[in-house]
């Protein structure tokens, strides 16, 4: 009876072994653009911008094409102000959208939204490695 559980102890601290390099290793995708809202770049009308949401369903089903979203940029006593207007053009991948500026000017780390959807600008420039 000792030397099976000593068998299993065995076992078990084999296979923890075996699995924490693996754990460790795990994949981490980067997100195609980042935030950097102190670059000062500035995005106007007729410019393109990328939201960053949930990726839940709950957005691509409720979001679709020429959908208009609100602009707001938090203000240094911590108020929402209104600072323009985006149209949604399509989906990036699971988490981004991309958009078109059609009213006011904008920067990295703005919120838009619509309704209940919340979207974090992000900058528009690739991430470089």
């Known amino acids: 009876m000792k030397n ?7 076992v078990v601290l084999i296979i923890f ?49 020429g959908d208009i979203f609100t602009v707001y940029r938090i203000s240094s006593s911590c108020k929402m102000e209104e600072v323009g207007k985006v149209r949604f053009v399509n989906f990036v991948g699971d988490t981004y959208m991309e958009a078109e500026v059609i009213d006011g000017e904008l920067k990295a780390g703005d919120i838009a939204k619509k309704g209940n959807i919340s979207c974090l600008m992000v900058s528009t420039e690739p991430c470089t490695r």
């Open 4 to 10: 099976n559980l000593i068998s299993i102890c065995l």
């Open 17 to 65: 072994c075996v699995m924490a390099p693996l754990t460790a290793s795990a994949v981490s995708y980067q997100p195609p653009f980042h935030l950097n809202p102190d670059s000062g770049s500035v995005v106007v009308k007729g410019g393109s911008v990328h939201l960053f949401h949930s990726g839940t369903r709950d957005i691509t089903s409720v979001v679709h094409s």
